[in-house]
């Protein structure tokens, strides 16, 4: 977990630098150009420049590169068309700035002598464009991990029950596996409803929702699905986390509950995650059951939504 929370940590500030970077070469070697370029540009091309700033705001990022590529194709055919020289290079161009389907609305700039420089200056307004937003992006997410890790390593020395989102505990868990799961874990979420909080310790829940995440990803080898289910049932919570692996052998099943015995390989695991868990729950007068066939195992948690 710390190593993927570092490594989580340490990509929005890679993207901070490089955004950072890029507008700083902007301001460096095109902010003394550019009242010289506006000066040169006819009230026609200016409209166009504008134009182009504008489509530029539109975010392509969502696009897959299948997409991208299929875009890219249709638009060079189009300026091929029209004879347009470096339709190639122009295509990629136009592309990045959010022209799409409109090319038809540039076709007087793109034929101009001066398009070269018309469309490479919005390019480069388009580009700090984007490295703002990546930025704003960049640190809403470096914010979020730091919020989740300050909140999972929070412990509670009262010793007294409190009143929590068991959601808001689970989400947290799964913000600090990010890492582990966003290289192939479809991650699908079915909270119910007006769910009532629930008085318990939630810091000690937190070891719960860990070690059964954990599990979960380590059975699937970090590819599958990893499904939990949290719903009100009468006067308690119901936690289910579902993965896709290949499950629990039956012979296996009578053990896993046992202190130190573990499946992994030495130094992979210690045998303690479930003892734990169920340590955990015995002491908030919790339930816990589990399924497991071939391609579905489900650890099933029944929590009281007031500890008597």
Not at 59 to 76: A, C, H, I, V, Y
Not at 191 to 215: A, I
Not at 258 to 274: I, N, Q, R, V, W
Request: overall charge negative; glycine content about 6%.
């Amino acid at each position: 977990m710390i190593a993927g929370v570092a490594h989580e940590i340490n990509s929005p500030l890679g993207a901070i630098r490089s955004s950072v970077q890029n507008i700083a070469d902007f301001l460096t070697e095109q902010l003394q150009q550019l009242p010289t370029f506006f000066q040169q540009l006819s009230p026609e091309r200016r409209q166009d420049f504008f134009a182009l700033l504008h489509n530029s705001r539109h975010e392509t990022d969502t696009l897959s590169s299948k997409e991208k590529r299929q875009l890219k194709k249709l638009l060079q055919g189009q300026l091929e068309s029209e004879n347009i020289d470096d339709a190639a290079s122009l295509a990629c161009t136009l592309l990045d700035i959010g022209i799409c389907n409109n090319v038809e609305r540039f076709l007087p700039l793109l034929k101009d002598s001066q398009s070269r420089n018309i469309v490479e200056t919005a390019y480069q307004f388009a580009t700090v464009q984007k490295s703002t937003k990546n930025i704003a992006t960049a640190t809403d997410r470096a914010a979020k991990i730091v919020f989740a890790l300050k909140s999972y390593s929070r412990y509670d020395q009262s010793g007294s029950k409190v009143i929590a989102n068991i959601t808001d505990g689970i989400d947290t868990v799964l913000t600090l596996y990010h890492y582990q799961i966003k290289h192939g874990v479809e991650v699908v979420r079915n909270y119910g409803t007006n769910l009532p909080s629930v008085l318990c310790y939630p810091d000690e829940l937190n070891q719960v929702w860990t070690n059964l995440v954990h599990n979960a990803l380590q059975a699937m080898g970090n590819k599958g699905v990893l499904k939990i289910d949290v719903k009100h049932q009468g006067n308690a919570i119901s936690v289910s986390i579902t993965d896709s692996g290949p499950g629990i052998p039956p012979e296996i099943m009578p053990r896993i509950f046992e202190p130190f015995f573990t499946t992994k390989p030495p130094g992979e695991g210690s045998g303690l995650g479930l003892d734990i868990v169920q340590k955990i729950l015995e002491k908030h007068q919790g339930e816990l059951q589990v399924e497991s066939v071939p391609g579905q195992t489900k650890f099933t948690i029944s929590l009281p939504i007031e500890i008597p």
